[in-house]
């Protein structure tokens, strides 16, 4: 059995991103993911310009052969559900296709790829790690998700209270089926929760749709898409016939980084992206931090020299620390406090200002 220097599990942003990195510094590496690629993957789908800065892809380029939507206005709805526009005059973040855009950033990673590949078995041995007792490696990284069986085999729980849940559909339309239903082309338009817990969204890039919703409240994702669907239909967003046409809503998971710590390094094992729990606390963002996540572990491998003890990894974990803050020591609290509903509301029904606030720090990473 060949003995890898890096077996990452996992072949999303995260994974990719740090596979390419330490393929670039000479160590042997290769992915295995459960999926075929290009795999579908449920996401809003809206990237901030620093991803593609990070990646060092040029947006004109890559929309040559993939479909990228330039986004400079969002839309926010209040909670009498009027629309509001929160426009930027350029462009402000961009929409993409994660079957297209994941299969991309693998390709480009140079990297073996393991596909259909399904972890049973996790050894944490003295020089290595094994998985499924075929695959060998000198440390292991976690990129699979919510659901990472590297996750688990450190401790970590799929299930707390800083788990998020969501539910999404993306169909791709005719155009004309666009123009019919969709009054703001190409403007995300974002709905948030009376109890400011997650919000729905509503957005098309070029002639697919893609309507989800996603909340910390997990045992009424159900109702509240039925409410969400609801009142799309009543905006004129959703006639029946283009809701019947749409592809079924399917659930994901992923935990905020607010929320309670994880494990995310041990001897020979580092996680990142969203099976580090990574995703922004308030606009849900996941790939952002599945990128630099990976950077940082690409970084930490190749600073150890061979050296993957917990200690010597345990600089991993600073350095996450360093970028995205210190987690919280307790989950968010259910439901948010008046004080922080009357807030939330006034800026939501207040000013333009109040609204442009909300999506620049909470979806552009603005200052």
């Known amino acids: 059995m060949e003995l890898l220097d890096v077996l990452i599990i996992g072949g999303g942003p995260a994974g990719s991103t740090c596979a390419g990195i330490l393929n670039k510094h000479g160590l042997s590496v290769l992915i295995a993911d459960k999926a075929q690629f290009p795999r579908k993957k449920l996401c809003a789908g809206w990237v901030t310009p620093e991803v593609f800065k990070l990646l060092s892809i040029l947006p004109d380029e ?33 929409g993409i296709i994660r079957k297209e855009f994941d299969a991309y950033l693998l390709g480009n990673s140079g990297v073996q790829v393991h596909e259909n590949f399904n972890v049973k078995k996790i050894e944490f041995q003295k020089d290595r790690v094994t998985v499924n007792s075929s695959l060998s490696a000198r440390i292991i990284v976690g990129a699979g998700g919510h659901f990472c069986p590297v996750s688990k085999a450190l401790g970590n729980s799929y299930k707390d209270s800083s788990t998020l849940a969501t539910l999404e559909s993306e169909t791709e339309l005719d155009s004309e089926t666009i123009k019919r239903t969709v009054p703001y082309p190409g403007a995300p338009e974002v709905i948030y929760l009376e109890a400011v817990d997650g919000y729905a969204w509503y957005f098309s890039k070029r002639n697919y749709l893609n309507i989800g919703i996603g909340s910390l409240d997990r045992k009424k994702i159900h109702p509240l898409l039925n409410w969400l669907l609801k009142i799309l239909k009543e905006k004129n967003r959703l006639p029946e016939d283009v809701r019947s046409r749409l592809n079924p809503f399917k659930g994901h998971f992923y935990k905020i980084y607010s929320g309670v710590p994880k494990a995310i390094s041990r001897e020979r094992a580092l996680l990142i992206g969203d099976s580090a729990g990574l995703a922004d606390s308030t606009s849900g963002e996941g790939i952002r931090p599945a990128v630099i996540s990976g950077m940082l572990a690409a970084e930490t491998i190749i600073q150890a020299k061979g050296d993957y003890s917990a200690a010597k990894l345990a600089a991993y974990q600073d350095r996450i620390k360093e970028v995205f803050g210190k987690p919280g020591s307790s989950p968010p609290q259910h439901p948010p ?21 909300l999506i620049k720090n909470y979806f552009l990473h603005a200052s």
């Open 62 to 94: 890559y929309s040559e052969s993939h479909i990228l939507q330039p986004i400079s206005k969002f839309i926010v709805w209040d909670s009498h559900n009027n629309t509001h526009p929160v426009d930027f005059g350029k462009t402000v973040s961009y």
């Open 337 to 357: 406090n008046p004080l922080i509903r009357l807030v939330f509301k006034k800026l939501l029904l207040g000013t333009g200002p109040g609204r442009n606030i």
